[in-house]
């Protein structure tokens, strides 16, 4: 398999032939576990794409410990982090809360089969759902390909960085009849759906206005030097769909240590906006009640961001009933 990415048409091909809309999503009968404790050909067959910090936690701690989900390959562009799949880090408890564990056991992840090329994954016929965890310029394109693929998905928050990408995965999960999930845990968070039920039934009284903190967005610093690609990673497969970086591990790193990450690029993310920022602007369309729906106009306001004092302009966004978020 050719392993080289073009930077060019990183959707064009993906994308082709979706126009139109499929029917209403339907999960396959094969997917479905019966009741009882599941057999073999009842398991959903699960495969990792990006298992480094979020994404692992959800396969050791999350996925891995049901009795109706079979985790059979992962794949990530720094192989030191896939054959790490199977070794519980400390984070792991952090980042998935004990109320989504149904299991205390961990789970066996030593004969998981693991790839650094998420498309060789993606072959595989016996895979009936992916679970994506990349940074955020790797979102659009395995989403596409796994609905291509006849995988159903879920995916880490943001759906993507930019809407253009974002209709192009709702267009793919549309044509080929996918089931799709976004990451976006305050959704299954007790204290987070009683204050956005409060909301959306008038127990405020009638909203007129929201106020979210200002998220920073990318700066794009000056490059560190160039550092020696460390064995194992494919550097141009991590860069993918972007131009091809140098490498400063720092940029290769988690995106979530203090100082210059991926996410200070907005060749890579949205910096805090879309990492933070995602979950906040969440829960304001949740407690609106617009799951359907969104902001009519958005503006801004007050000068670009200066990564020297840490300005940064305002957002405002107007819903319908002329509810404003700044």
């Not at 009968?29 to 599941?38: F, Q």
């Not at 692992?56 to 720094?78: E, K, N, P, Q, S």
């Not at 299954?188 to 039934?201: D, G, I, K, P, Q």
């Not at 009284?205 to 030097?225: E, Q, W």
Request: charged share 25%.
């Amino acid at each position: 398999m050719n392993n080289k990415i073009s930077r060019r048409s990183v959707l064009r091909q993906a994308t082709a032939g979706l126009a139109g809309l499929a029917t209403p999503y339907v999960i396959p009968s094969g997917v479905l576990a019966r009741s009882g404790k599941p057999g073999a050909n009842d398991r959903i067959v699960l495969g990792g794409i990006g298992v480094r910090r979020m994404g692992g936690a959800l396969i050791r701690r999350g996925f891995a410990r049901f009795d109706h989900v079979r985790i059979a390959a992962v794949a990530d562009a720094d192989m030191r982090v896939a054959q790490a799949i199977a070794q519980p880090r400390p984070e792991d408890e952090r980042l998935v809360s004990d109320r989504w564990v149904v299991s205390p056991d961990p789970p066996d992840l030593r004969n998981v089969a693991l790839y650094h090329d998420y498309r060789e994954l993606l072959d595989r016929k016996d895979i009936d759902a992916v679970v994506i965890a990349t940074p955020e310029h790797w979102h659009a394109l395995p989403c596409i390909q796994a609905a291509q693929a006849g995988k159903d998905i879920y995916c880490e928050k943001p759906l993507a960085r930019t809407i253009r990408e974002g209709r192009r995965i709702v267009d793919a999960v549309r044509k080929y009849n996918r089931v799709f999930q976004t990451g976006t845990q305050r959704r299954s968070a007790e204290e987070w759906y009683t204050a956005c039920m409060l909301v959306r039934n008038g127990r405020l009284g009638k909203v007129t206005r929201v106020i979210d903190l200002n998220y920073a967005s990318p700066f794009d610093p000056p490059m560190p030097t160039a550092q020696d690609i460390p064995e194992g990673l494919d550097w141009d497969m991590w860069c993918g769909p972007v131009q091809l970086y140098p490498f400063h591990r720092s940029i290769q790193g988690d995106g979530m240590s203090p100082g210059l990450t991926y996410r200070s690029y907005r060749d890579f993310a949205g910096a805090n906006f879309t990492c933070t920022g995602s979950h906040f602007l969440d829960m304001v369309q949740w407690g609106l009640g617009m799951d359907g729906g969104g902001p009519v106009e958005v503006w801004t306001e007050g000068e670009p961001f200066d990564s020297k004092t840490r300005r940064a302009p305002q957002v405002f966004m107007r819903y319908p009933g002329d509810v404003i978020l700044e």
